[in-house]
């Protein structure tokens, strides 16, 4: 299994602001990704986060609205640009461990609320 | 669009087993079935998963139809701690290849 920490837990930001959310996994992964979990709704993928290369976007998604980064095997950004009410989610971090199990592991969540 | 099926909400008496039903009729014969809970505020955990034969862990087991159409996850003795929303997700079993959640059922347990 692995550990994940998401930076912030929770914000509350006024429209036309961004917000960079930090992942943070305690041991080596293979895979990254980033979910968002809009009020009462299912989680929708927004991306996959390579290392050391431009992230792969869902159907949706945008990188000018979504940059991600991911310098290295344990950690990754994503950032919500100019944002407005309706990025009102929980984003969530989550990531495939190096192994054999393929196993999918998420962290905490980022709860944002933008007024 | 989600490949699953799944009732929509259920409930169930604390002690009692859940039985948590999906179909997947459409599944391809390397997917695998996962099975991921959220309880409220909580990121997605990891239950169990099966290709065709029956599994159990500590948590729950899981029956696949011989025809992997379809499969139950089954909670032996729910607790309110069980109450989640479940999802059963098919996936192939490889580096790269991300969950794609559908909507899940919300198992409400009461006392």
């Known amino acids: 299994s692995a550990v994940i920490s998401q930076k912030p837990s929770r914000d509350i930001c006024q429209r036309g602001t961004s917000l960079t959310i930090q992942c943070q996994v305690d041991?080596?992964?293979?895979?990254m990704f980033w979910y968002r979990q809009q009020p009462g709704q299912s989680l929708t993928l927004i991306a996959t986060a390579n290392q050391g290369s431009e992230a792969t976007y869902e159907s949706g998604f945008v990188i000018d609205k979504f940059p991600i980064s991911r310098p290295n095997l344990t950690f990754s950004t994503l950032t919500v640009s100019n944002m407005s009410p309706e990025d009102s989610s929980i984003y969530l971090c989550?990531?495939?461990?190096?192994?054999?199990?393929?196993?999918?592991?998420f962290g905490p969540g980022t709860r944002l609320t933008v007024t | 669009d989600a490949k699953t099926t799944q009732p929509t909400s259920m409930d169930c008496a604390e002690g009692r087993a859940a039985n948590l039903p999906c179909n997947h009729s459409t599944i391809s014969g390397n997917e695998y079935v996962y099975w991921y809970r959220q309880i409220h505020s909580q990121g997605p955990q990891y239950i169990i998963h099966?290709?065709?034969n029956n599994e159990t862990n500590e948590m729950a087991s899981l029956i696949i139809t011989e025809d992997r159409k379809s499969s139950t996850l089954i909670l032996p003795h729910a607790t309110l701690r069980d109450t989640a929303v479940y999802y059963c997700?098919?996936?192939?079993?490889?580096?790269?290849?991300?969950?794609?959640f559908g909507k899940g059922t919300t198992l409400s347990v009461s006392s």
């Open positions: 041991s080596q992964v293979t895979m």
């Open positions: 997700i098919v996936r192939v079993r490889q580096a790269g290849t991300a969950l794609i």
């Open positions: 099966g290709l065709k």
């Open positions: 989550s990531v495939i461990p190096a192994g054999p199990s393929y196993e999918q592991y």
